[in-house]
């Protein structure tokens, strides 16, 4: 687990920890598809979806009465079935360069790293996809803490919605790279809802690198697993050595060695 050391705090901030019993589904969990169904099983029309996940991840809102272009009982029912939570970000550092580190903490009481790298004209933002990592990568700090669990598909995007929110140009940033704590491919299953999710915000007018980073996930999970052309989307659909539950990603880490850095 990363030392707070060095790291500024931030104070009066209402974080996520105080929400553990909250029952409610966080929609940042959820892919488009699942969204749409759940959506019609009440005879919602589909391209709702499109337009709650818009206000979540494009206008940052944290509420779904602030979502003014849907109908007034759509408004009245999302927040009883979930919500749209925060990550807390207990502390954030910021070095010589601009480089800017946030330590998140999760509902759990976990705790996460993100650092939002400036560049001459937009940003990139590194990424965490677990707690802790069980590749045992020597020069790393995370691989002292072994891995705890893998991050969901909320919590991956959840770093994202909210730097972006903390960035007076949001749009600016542009490129999504995984090499914060955890190995991605391990968590391959929530990378590929975070990585899917965010192709939205692409196809919306966004500006986010998804599209290209999903199709390297694909690559690479294809190369790994020797899959033929054409056959990657059977592969994404096979966990990797133990998939979702993250078993297994010693095996994995024998198969590749990573260059990456925590
Ligand atoms: S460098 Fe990356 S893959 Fe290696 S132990 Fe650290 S977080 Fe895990």
Avoid at 59 to 70: L, T
Wanted: proline share 3%.
């Amino acid at each position: 687990m990363s030392s707070l050391k060095g790291f500024k705090r931030i104070q009066g901030f209402e974080g996520s920890r105080g929400r553990v019993n909250d029952k409610r589904i966080n929609i940042l969990d959820l892919s488009r598809e699942q969204l749409v169904d759940w959506l019609a099983e009440r005879g919602i029309a589909a391209y709702r979806a499109g337009q709650i996940l818009k206000w979540i991840y494009r206008r940052q809102k944290d509420s779904f009465a602030e979502m003014s272009d849907i109908a007034k009982d759509v408004r009245a029912l999302l927040p009883q079935h979930f919500r749209i939570p925060r990550l807390e970000i207990q502390a954030m550092q910021t070095s010589a360069d601009g480089t800017r580190k946030y330590l998140f903490g999760l509902a759990d009481g976990e705790r996460i790293e993100s650092v939002l790298i400036p560049e001459r004209d937009h940003y990139t933002l590194c990424v965490s996809s677990q707690v802790g990592c069980a590749q045992n990568c020597r020069f790393c700090l995370t691989a002292k803490s072994k891995l705890r669990r893998n991050l969901a598909q909320g919590e991956i995007l959840g770093q994202v919605r909210d730097i972006k929110k903390d960035l007076p140009q949001p749009e600016q940033l542009t490129n999504l790279v995984f090499m914060g704590m955890g190995e991605p491919l391990a968590n391959f299953d929530h990378l590929l809802g975070a990585l899917q999710v965010g192709r939205l915000d692409v196809a919306e007018g966004g500006k986010l690198n998804a599209l290209q980073a999903e199709h390297d996930v694909q690559e690479t999970a294809a190369a790994i697993s020797g899959a033929e052309d054409g056959d990657t989307d059977r592969t994404l659909r096979r966990p990797l050595r133990g998939g979702r539950s993250g078993k297994g990603e010693a095996e994995l880490g024998q198969e590749r060695s990573s260059g990456r850095h925590a």
